[in-house]
T-cell receptor, first 111, second 115 residues
Framework: DTGVSQDPRHKITKRGQNVTFRCDPI?????LYWYRQTLGQGPEFLTY????????KSRLLSDRFSAERPKGSFSTLEIQRTEQGDSAMYLC?????????FGPGTRLTVL | AQSVTQLDSHVSVSEGTPVLLRCNYS??????LFWYVQHPNKGLQLLLK??????LVKGINGFEAEFKKSETSFHLTKPSAHMSDAAEYFC?????????????FGSGTRLSIRP
């Protein structure tokens, strides 16, 4: 399968723990996006990479959130000191231009 | 500024009847518009896109959408609904001249198909 993959698909954690998600984009895509989607809502933009450079961050991305794309290939999204409000689906997308290809998402539940 | 409004949070149609999912947008620049479908526990899949070429856009699975600048609309239609069309649909607006944070998703329309 040459689509966007995300790992893990599901994560349950206790409040205060740190979690890290991984996204593997389509190999020739230089653009990578992270979104958060809560129940009944559309995805909300979190951050954007072009190659290894993080070019944009949303105001939604508090200082507990950090994202990296060290070699311009896969990306990680880390949430420190998780809160119950962080419970959501975290989506990754990659793109050659402005058409995005989405991964299946990581569903985070914070207890 | 860019925004997108999906006018119906839930649409229910009978199998074999037409589908209409409504989307209105606003954009400071020439918009690029997309429709995505999300089936339960699956990733978002692109149905179709408008990027300033033909105003009537045909997508996958028999869906199409028409860009109407005068009405600032990009409604999604399908002549005959199939049970497999039941899913959540998202209208998206962006622009070639906009930053990534200006990729705006609507709140979604849940499509139900009655047998």
């Amino acid at each position: 399968d040459t689509g966007v993959s995300q790992d893990p698909r599901h994560k349950i954690t206790k409040r205060g723990q740190n979690v890290t998600f991984r996204c593997d984009p389509i190999s020739e895509h230089n653009r990578l996006y992270w979104y958060r989607q809560t129940l009944g809502q559309g995805p909300e933009f979190l951050t954007y990479f072009q190659n290894e450079a993080q070019l944009e961050k949303s105001r939604l991305l508090s200082d507990r959130f950090s994202a990296e794309r060290p070699k311009g290939s896969f990306s990680t999204l880390e949430i420190q000191r998780t809160e119950q409000g962080d419970s959501a689906m975290y989506l990754c997308a990659s793109s050659p231009e402005n058409e995005q290809f989405f991964g299946p998402g990581t569903r985070l539940t914070v207890l | 500024a860019q925004s997108v409004t999906q006018l119906d949070s839930h649409v229910s149609v009978s199998e074999g009847t037409p589908v209409l999912l409504r989307c209105n947008y606003s954009s400071s620049y020439s918009p690029s518009l997309f429709w995505y479908v999300q089936h339960p526990n699956k990733g978002l899949q692109l149905l179709l896109k408008y990027t300033s070429a033909a105003t009537l856009v045909k997508g996958i699975n028999g869906f199409e959408a028409e860009f109407k600048k005068s009405e600032t609309s990009f409604h999604l239609t399908k002549p005959s609904a199939h049970m497999s069309d039941a899913a959540e649909y998202f209208c998206v607006v962006t622009s070639l001249y906009s930053s990534a944070s200006k990729i705006i998703f609507g709140s979604g329309t849940r499509l139900s198909i009655r047998p």
